[in-house]
């Protein structure tokens, strides 16, 4: 049976920006449901992904990335694209010249990205 997370879900309905971001509650996040990957020559990397919500089957997650600098995704057909225990974290002391945010699985390789910019909010599905 799924626990039920309303109370921490409907403080989540905006948009999370940037550091505020890190406090999102990234353990809910599972496999990827959608992935959209964008460059265009005068706008920065773009990606656009949303991931299934480990515990509610109506809910799941919508995340942007701007200025997405590096993108590890695992080979197609060895290895679902899901996260098992999802960390967003703070990687400006690595000097990465636009690179201020690391999204990446702690237990797996992948998926990683490497991005300026980051938004993360909980979305209702239907």
């Known amino acids: 049976m799924a626990m039920n997370h309303s109370s921490e879900l409907d403080g989540q309905k905006r948009w999370l920006r940037n550091h505020a971001a890190i406090s999102f509650p990234w353990h809910h996040c599972g496999e990827v449901i959608r992935l959209v990957i964008a460059q ?10 949303v991931l299934q919500h480990i515990d509610e089957s109506n809910v799941a997650i919508q995340v942007r990335m701007l200025g997405v600098v590096a993108c ?55």
């Open 40 to 49: 265009e020559p005068t706008l920065p990397g773009r990606v656009a992904m």
């Open 72 to 126: 590890k995704l695992p080979e197609i057909g060895t290895k679902r694209l899901a996260y098992s225990h999802a960390i967003l974290a703070d990687v400006r002391d690595w000097q990465l010249e636009g690179v201020t945010f690391r999204l990446y699985d702690e237990n797996f390789a992948e998926p990683e990205f490497l991005c300026h910019s980051i938004r993360v909010r909980f979305i209702g599905r239907k």
